[in-house]
C-alpha cells in the first residue's frame, strides 16, 4: 500500500523511507517524548538529572520514555560515572516544532 502513496506523491519518497518515519513518528507520539526532544534540542547532550529539572514528571516515567526513545534509535547515551547522559541520534526531528508551530488546525 505505501507504494501506491509513493506513486501519488509528488514527492521523491520512496516504501522503505515512509516506513522509518512511520516508525519515528509513533516512537515519539507523546507528550512527554516531544517535551524530552525540546528540552534536548540545541544541545550537546544533558544528565538525567537535567533533563528532569525540566519537566513534571517521575524520574520512573522519564527513564522509561527516555529508554524507548533510544531502543528506536532516536536518542543516545552515554555513561560518566553514576550519571547517564542522553543527546538526539536524529538531530533534524526537532524540525517537527517548526511544523507544529506554523500548523494552522492546531
Same mark, same amino acid.
Do not use: W
Given at each position: 500500500?505505501?507504494?501506491?502513496? +509513493?506513486?501519488?506523491?509528488?514527492?521523491?519518497?520512496?516504501?522503505?523511507?515512509?516506513?522509518? @518515519?512511520?516508525?519515528?513518528?509513533?516512537?515519539? %507520539?507523546?507528550? +512527554?517524548?516531544?517535551? /524530552?526532544?525540546? @528540552?534536548?534540542? &540545541?544541545?550537546?547532550?544533558?544528565? @538525567?538529572?537535567?533533563?528532569?529539572?525540566?519537566?513534571? +514528571?517521575?524520574? %520512573?516515567?522519564?527513564?522509561?520514555?527516555?529508554?524507548?526513545?533510544?531502543?528506536? &534509535?532516536?536518542?543516545? %547515551?552515554?555513561?560518566?560515572?553514576?550519571?547517564?547522559?542522553?543527546?538526539?541520534? /536524529?538531530?533534524? /526531528?526537532? &524540525? /517537527?516544532?517548526?511544523?507544529?508551530?506554523?500548523? %494552522?488546525?492546531?
Amino acid at each position: 500500500m505505501a507504494q501506491e502513496i +509513493v506513486k501519488r506523491s509528488r514527492r521523491n519518497i520512496d516504501a522503505a523511507k515512509l516506513e522509518k @518515519v512511520a516508525h519515528i513518528l509513533k516512537a515519539i %507520539s507523546h507528550p +512527554v517524548r516531544l517535551e /524530552i526532544l525540546e @528540552v534536548l534540542e &540545541g544541545k550537546p547532550a544533558q544528565s @538525567v538529572a537535567e533533563i528532569l529539572e525540566q519537566l513534571d +514528571v517521575e524520574q %520512573s516515567l522519564l527513564s522509561h520514555h527516555l529508554t524507548k526513545m533510544k531502543d528506536k &534509535g532516536i536518542l543516545e %547515551s552515554y555513561r560518566d560515572g553514576r550519571n547517564i547522559y542522553y543527546r538526539l541520534a /536524529i538531530k533534524e /526531528i526537532t &524540525g /517537527i516544532f517548526d511544523c507544529m508551530e506554523h500548523c %494552522s488546525f492546531l
